[in-house]
């Protein structure tokens, strides 16, 4: 996984500035990468296709632990928590979120292998 923050974070100007009263840059959105799926490139798509797979599992490794949180604080009576909106059951989210993180593996893998730098984007 990326270590740098050039891997995590979109690196531009109007990125770093816009986030000067915050301390940090940006963190990369989906849209940030729509360059490098469009590219002829395969590297360039492959480090796409890996931010797009980590940003995706990130956002739902989230929501599921705000599920599970709800979940506990239900079991201890505390409705603080509100639960959030889910139609799926937190197992199958769970089990995706770790067919999700298997898959990243084997792109970073692939990434040594293959010298893709998957910091760089």
Excluded: W
């Excluded at 599920?67 to 889910?86: F, R, S, V, W």
């Excluded at 999700?100 to 760089?120: F, Q, S």
Aim: net charge neutral; charged share 30%.
């Amino acid at each position: 996984m990326p270590t740098g923050i050039s891997g995590l974070y979109k690196n531009t100007k109007g990125a770093q500035e816009a986030n000067k009263n915050e301390g940090k840059a940006r963190k990369m959105e989906l849209k940030d990468t729509i360059e490098g799926m469009q590219s002829t490139d395969y590297k360039e798509r492959f480090k796409a296709e890996y931010h797009q797979t980590k940003i995706r599992y990130e956002k739902l490794k989230a929501f599921c632990n705000k599920i599970e949180a709800a979940e506990c604080a239900q079991l201890d009576g505390n409705a603080t928590i509100e639960m959030p909106k889910h139609d799926c059951p937190l197992a199958l989210l769970r089990d995706q979120q770790s067919a999700m993180g298997r898959y990243l593996h084997v792109l970073e893998i692939r990434a040594v292998i293959e010298g893709v730098d998957l910091d760089e984007i």
